[in-house]
């Protein structure tokens, strides 16, 4: 604490991103206690370093937690005899948000980011965020922020009344200013009302929440929480709100997220990598504007990146760029970006038909089709028209990047960035790193995927990489079930009971059959001659059902929806006489636990040939690219919750239904070496 004329200066100071941990908290106590007996006027709360305060201390929240918590800082600041003004940059999220909402006003710095992330962690905010936020911007934005987890810019903070003020260059002297201009009354949020708005206004956000928000528990419990902060006795609720809390924050799925926070932030980093060698990236390159090309441009536009996309010939570029465009004005109608961002994006889009045109990017990405001799074409041309040290990535599912990279002159800056379609939508960034991938590209990557918000994941050269691997023993598996006698859909809605997004066959049915059965065409001369083989997939390509395109495929679209067809029925009768199968009955439990174990199986197989470092990367693979419930933390993190025996069991099932060929991985090992890391 430092006295500025009449205004102490409390600093936050606890590197890298002033997570509000116990020390914090006192310290926070003793400054406005310091304050107090100089006879400070008013008092500014503001953070050393990159950011205002980037939430609690997570490794807190798994033990009791010591005094003084959050709620006693909160009450110092609303007990102190002068106004306190909360000045933010970087980030103010969950605790550092609500401290500032324990202030009596608020400044930020163009560019903060504010937001209440409890609920995606599975709990609630426990400091008053469910009561004082709605009193400022009102219960339909407070909502959205705190049940849905949104984050607003300091610029939107200010429209909505969450802050007083936006502060020029210097923050701190915005802050002092505004405090020492008037003389500014204190102005305790929990005593102020909340706004009036119309019920079906409030009901419509609170539906919305709720879907968003799979009627989780804590979501449930937050809704109730910010309805209730219109109740006259303010301390009764935010007294149910701390016990809320204190309850849900030790869930099984708030654990379950908290483990994934850090498995993610593991995952985007590699030990002995050194940042400082990551090289700017500023202009992009993408070649090929098909479906996946489309979504990478959509993607480095949003990051800020001068895009220029290259595609065959003068109408299939202008059919790229105008589903681009509409895509664009489409957000803008849906308010997902602003008007001005709209025009930068615009401004930023370039296409060309000659490949030179990329020659002064940082990274070009080939989308082309998925065929090697006319991606090493592509590659062959970006190596001659690029900068010696810009990246060169493939967005390839299957091929070999070695095979690619080799012959060229610097197989150094080669490597794979596997995007996930809808590639502007979802979070999952597969970095591929080849046999001769430098450091400094990786790090380059790495930077990038960062810039892009995704979520990376490191994966080695093999088929499938992590997560195509997995899937493909997932839905294996599940093709099995059906040849021995499960229905689709009962496989389907075992996975969606489970919390899958969607169930294996109606993934299939909208990626498309084709794309497999291509790959088992090619395959079929290798085929081990001993392994079952499912025809199913087969007789269903051969019938013309090629998924959700066709009108058909595993199920019948005609009529919109999905339908059960008896003529998918009678072609899975036809394979299992042919197999000579006699089919069984599965219950939910035994197909949920025959679908984890084949993805639990095939992790183990992918940590023990070192395509994944860690268990828990393909744990962040699969919540993040394949719609595996976040709040089961990811297949593995879920068996290190099962009891061993039953895992040891599904996965004896698992090898007897595969068969010959069937290859065990090391589950033990890599759920001890899980649970060691986790606590769990
Ligand atoms: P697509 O068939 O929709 O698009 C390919 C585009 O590349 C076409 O527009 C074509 O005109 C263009 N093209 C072909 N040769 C070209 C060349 N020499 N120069 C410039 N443009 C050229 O294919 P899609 O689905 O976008 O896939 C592209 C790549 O991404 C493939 O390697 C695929 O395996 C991979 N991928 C696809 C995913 C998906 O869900 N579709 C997911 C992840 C990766």
New binding site residues.
């Given amino acids: 604490m430092e006295m500025c004329g009449a205004i102490a200066v409390l600093t936050i100071d606890n590197p890298p991103v002033n997570a509000g941990s116990h020390a914090v908290r006192a310290g926070l106590i003793k400054a406005l206690q310091d304050a107090e007996m100089r006879g400070a006027k008013g008092a500014v709360l503001i953070g050393a370093g990159r950011t205002f305060v980037a939430g609690s201390d997570m490794r807190e929240f798994d033990d009791k937690l010591r005094w003084p918590e959050l709620p006693d800082v909160i009450a110092a600041l609303e007990a102190v005899s002068f106004p306190v003004i909360a000045a933010m940059h970087g980030v103010a999220l969950g605790g550092g948000l609500e401290l500032a909402l324990g202030c009596d006003y608020r400044i930020a710095s163009p560019g903060t980011k504010l937001g209440l992330p409890e609920v995606s962690l599975g709990f609630v905010p426990g400091a008053g965020g469910t009561q004082r936020l709605p009193r400022l911007i009102g219960i339909r934005r407070a909502i959205a922020m705190v049940c849905g987890s949104e984050r607003i810019s300091a610029e939107e903070a200010l429209d909505l009344n969450l802050i007083d003020m936006l502060a020029g260059e210097d923050l701190l002297q915005a802050a002092v200013d505004f405090l020492s201009a008037e003389r500014r009354p204190k102005r305790v949020l929990r005593t102020i009302e909340v706004p009036r708005e119309p019920d079906t206004q409030i009901e419509a956000a609170a539906e919305r929440a709720l879907h968003l928000g799979r009627r989780r528990p804590n979501v449930v419990a937050a809704l109730e929480l910010v309805r209730r902060s219109r109740e006259p006795d303010a301390d009764r609720v935010l007294a149910e709100e701390r016990a809320t809390f204190q309850r849900l924050r030790r869930s099984d799925e708030a654990k379950a997220l908290r483990y994934l926070f850090f498995a993610e932030r593991r995952a985007g980093s590699v030990p002995g990598l050194d940042r400082a060698e990551a090289r700017p990236i500023e202009r992009a390159g993408v070649?090929?504007?098909?479906?996946?090309?489309?979504g990478i441009t959509l993607a480095f536009l949003a990051a800020g990146l001068t895009v220029t996309l290259?595609?065959?010939d003068a109408a299939?570029l202008d059919h790229?760029l105008s589903r681009i465009r509409e895509n664009l004005s489409e957000q803008v109608r849906k308010g997902r970006i602003s008007a001005a961002e709209h025009q930068a994006h615009i401004f930023n889009l370039h296409g060309a038909t000659d490949?030179s045109a990329v020659g002064g990017c940082d990274v070009a990405i080939e989308?082309?089709?998925?065929d090697m001799a006319?991606?090493r074409?592509?590659v062959t041309a970006l190596e001659s028209v690029l900068a010696p040290d810009a990246l060169i990535a493939?967005?390839?599912?299957?091929?070999d990047i070695d095979a690619m990279a080799e012959g060229t002159a610097r197989p150094e800056r080669v490597l794979g960035l596997?995007?996930?379609?809808p590639?502007d939508i979802m979070k999952l960034l597969e970095i591929v790193r080849a046999g001769r991938t430098s450091d400094a590209v990786l790090a380059t990557a790495l930077k990038l995927a960062r810039k892009l918000d995704k979520k990376p994941v490191v994966a080695r050269v093999a088929e499938g990489f992590i997560g195509n691997r997995v899937y493909a023993a997932y839905r294996r598996r599940a093709e099995l079930l059906v040849l021995d006698g499960a229905s689709p859909e009962a496989v389907d809605a075992a996975a969606t009971a489970f919390g899958f997004a969607m169930g294996p066959f109606a993934v299939s049915d909208l990626?498309g059959l084709d794309i497999a059965w291509a790959m088992r065409k090619r395959q079929a001369a290798t085929r081990d001659p001993e392994a079952r083989y499912v025809e199913i997939p087969d007789l269903l390509c051969e019938a013309g059902r090629l998924g959700r395109k066709s009108g058909k495929g595993w199920y019948d679209y005609s009529g919109g929806g999905a339908k059960v067809d008896p003529e998918v029925d009678a072609l899975i009768d036809a394979a299992r006489a042919r197999a000579g199968v006699v089919p069984r009955d599965f219950d939910t439990s035994t197909i949920q636990q025959q679908l984890l174990a084949a993805i639990v199986n095939e992790a183990a197989c992918l940590v023990e040939d070192g395509v994944a470092a860690r268990a828990s990367d393909v744990d962040v693979a699969f919540v993040n690219g394949y719609g595996f419930p976040r709040w089961r933390g990811g297949p593995l993190y879920w068996a290190t919750r099962q009891d061993r025996t039953s895992i040891e069991c599904a996965l004896a099932d698992l090898a007897d239904a595969v068969g010959p060929g069937h290859r065990a991985g090391g589950v033990a090992d890599v759920l001890s070496e899980l649970d060691a890391g986790t606590g769990a």
């Fill in positions: 070649i090929g504007g098909g479906t996946m090309g489309q290259i595609e065959r299939a790229a490949i989308a082309v089709y998925e006319a991606k074409q592509v493939t967005n390839t599912s299957y091929l596997h995007f996930f379609s590639a990626s």
